[in-house]
Structure formats: structure tokens, C-alpha cells
């Protein structure tokens, strides 16, 4: 069955940056949309970044904009987050995802397959 494992968080302080890694096993990689959605406790899971499969495109929401950059190894079968200046608010369990053959969706229930999560603390 496919799987995805995220991994590369951790407790960090305010302006640092952190890579988040999601390594993903028994699926076509290179056809499946990734996306990086991120929970906080008491809310919503929440849109991070999205990469599309066909042309590596990417999307961010504004909140992260500018900050977060999504990336693919398509040899490697890894996503990574690369995410700089953290704030507080930035706090939360990290999960990648992955929706095959189509464009990125901002709504968590279009995707097929969910990593575990990895837990992102960043302090003040």
C-alpha cells in the first residue's frame, strides 16, 4: 500500500528555517500531485504548498508566501518543504499528501494518501 513519511521536524526558535522532508513508497511518484498541509491544535487542517506533477508548478497561500518553498525529487520520490523566517503561528503538525494525475487542490478531501504528520514547534 502506499505510504508517505514525513520526517525534519522539530522544536526551533522564532527566524530560524527548517526542511521538512516526505518520502513516498509505492505509488507513481512522478504522476501524483504533492501538497503540504499543516493542523494546528483547535483548527482546521490548512493549505501550506502544492507542486503539480506535469509542469512543477507551485502554489502557496499568502500566509506562507514568500517564506515556504515546496520542491520534488521525482528520482527520489521526496517532497520537501524548505521553511524560513518561521514564526509562532507557524506551529503545527506538518502532513504531505498526494492526489494523482491532477492539478492542486487547496481542500484536503481531494487527496488521495496522507503521511503521519511531523510536528513543527516554532517559539518566540
Known amino acids: 500500500q502506499v505510504q508517505l513519511a514525513e520526517s525534519g521536524g522539530g522544536l526551533v526558535q522564532a527566524g530560524v528555517s527548517l526542511r521538512l522532508s516526505c518520502s513516498a513508497s509505492r505509488l507513481t511518484f512522478s504522476s501524483y500531485c504533492m501538497a503540504w498541509f499543516r493542523q494546528a491544535p483547535g483548527k482546521e487542517r490548512e493549505f501550506v504548498a502544492a507542486i503539480n506533477w506535469s509542469d512543477g508548478n507551485t502554489y502557496y497561500p499568502d500566509s506562507v508566501k514568500g517564506r515556504f518553498t515546496i520542491s520534488r525529487d521525482n528520482a527520489k520520490n521526496t517532497v520537501y518543504l524548505q521553511m524560513n523566517s518561521l514564526k509562532p503561528e507557524d506551529t503545527a503538525v506538518y502532513y504531505c499528501?498526494?492526489?494523482?494525475?491532477?492539478?492542486?487542490?487547496?481542500?484536503?478531501?481531494?487527496?488521495?494518501?496522507w503521511g503521519q504528520g511531523t510536528q513543527v514547534t516554532v517559539s518566540s
Open positions: 499528501a498526494a492526489k494523482g494525475r491532477s492539478t492542486y487542490y487547496t481542500d484536503p478531501r481531494w487527496y488521495e494518501y
